[in-house]
């Protein structure tokens, strides 16, 4: 089992750069496909990124391809979202997920594994 807290979320205007960070307990992290998904007040939640467990393999939403980039340490126990050219339409609260797996994944139903999102605000 994992445990996930994500931070890093916050007010940031238009054209401006932000980082996630999301941090995973347990000694298996190095175990798990990870991704980062976000929801917009009224909306489903929606895929952003995902990576493989070995950090070598990613895959993005077409909405943030080219503008984010994900990683992850598995030394440290962390998966992290840089975020630039950040858009309002970027605006909603982002959750980290996990799940045992060699793949990335891109679903939210393949996921086992949630933490309590972080709001992350893009002004105009």
């Known amino acids: 089992q994992v445990q996930l807290v994500e931070s890093g979320g916050k007010l940031v205007q238009a054209g401006g750069s932000l980082s996630l960070s999301c941090a995973a307990s347990?000694?298996?992290?190095?175990?798990?496909?990870m991704g980062w998904f976000r929801q917009a007040p009224g909306k489903a939640r929606e895929f952003v990124a995902a990576?493989?467990?070995?950090?070598?393999?990613?895959y993005y939403a077409d909405s943030v391809k080219g503008r984010f980039t994900i990683s992850r340490d598995n030394a440290g126990n962390t998966v992290s979202l840089l975020m630039n050219s950040l858009k309002p339409e970027d605006t909603a609260v982002y959750y980290c997920?996990?799940?045992?797996?060699?793949?990335?994944?891109?679903?939210?139903?393949?996921?086992?594994?949630w933490g309590q999102g972080t709001q992350v605000t893009v002004s105009f």
């Open positions: 990576v493989n467990r070995n950090g070598d393999t990613t």
């Open positions: 347990g000694r298996t992290f190095s175990s798990y496909a």
């Open positions: 997920a996990a799940r045992m797996g060699i793949d990335f994944y891109y679903y939210t139903s393949e996921y086992d594994y």
